[in-house]
């Protein structure tokens, strides 16, 4: 019942990685149903938790964020009548929510959204980063999702930026730190196929 959360710079190959671990261990694999879930909870469309996906840390959203009618605590918004709504604030904590829930589900691989974070005292729990160099990031955008070097480079630093903008809701900027996590592979020195083996004996050895 072990869960692993793969945060990852965008273009390192974390749920490429992810998908192929995920196979070879029989757990789910969970990215966009993260998104789905926060928008049932909040009673909001995806596309508005894409949206704050998106623009997290944001000087408009930390503007709206700041105003006192949009800061009603989540529980408080709930009882009230009308529809539904989500801010960057509220959004983590739904994360908070919502992770722990499909850890206690067990045999999940989780694909960043601080996963590193909400669950690092969790029991059975390992947390993997993904690194590569710039360059090859870019190439790997371009290999792997038919991309030219321009749209790749572009894809490449947007998500980057989401990624950093991202964590300032958790309050935190160590997310690339060894330390935080139990495995960190750098797919500028090896495949994904060695990154698969590796990732998923570490899981089988700790289970035994």
């Given amino acids: 019942m072990a869960i692993i959360t793969i945060s990852r710079e ?11 671990v995920a196979e070879a261990l029989g757990y789910n694999l969970v990215d966009e149903d993260i998104i789905e879930r926060v928008a ?24 709206i964020s ?17 529809g539904g709504y989500i801010d960057g604030h509220i959004y983590v904590q739904l994360l908070h929510k919502i992770i722990t829930q499909i850890a206690e589900e067990g045999n999940a691989i989780i694909i960043g959204r601080g996963g590193q ?24 955008m371009e ?25 300032r809701y958790f309050g935190r900027e160590d997310y690339d730190q060894p330390t935080l996590y139990h495995l960190v592979l750098n797919t500028s020195k090896i495949s994904i196929d060695e990154g698969v083996a590796v990732a998923s004996g570490l899981v089988k050895a700790k289970q035994g």
Avoid at 43 to 53: D, F, L, M, R
Avoid at 133 to 139: G, K, S
Avoid at 147 to 165: H, P
């Fill in 143 to 167: 290999k792997n999702y038919n991309l030219s070097n321009r749209q790749a480079t572009i894809i490449v630093d947007k998500q980057s930026k989401r990624r950093m903008n991202l964590y």
């Fill in 40 to 63: 049932r909870e909040a009673n909001v469309s995806p596309n508005w938790v894409k949206s704050i996906e998106r623009e997290a840390g944001g000087r408009l959203l930390r503007y």
């Fill in 117 to 140: 974070y909400i669950l690092r005292d969790f029991p059975d729990t390992f947390h993997l980063l993904l690194v590569a160099d710039y360059p090859n990031r870019v190439r790997f």
């Fill in 66 to 82: 700041g105003l006192g009618p949009f800061r009603k605590p989540y529980l408080e918004r709930l009882t009230e009548k009308q």
């Fill in 10 to 20: 965008f273009g390192a190959g974390g749920r490429t990685l992810g998908t192929r």
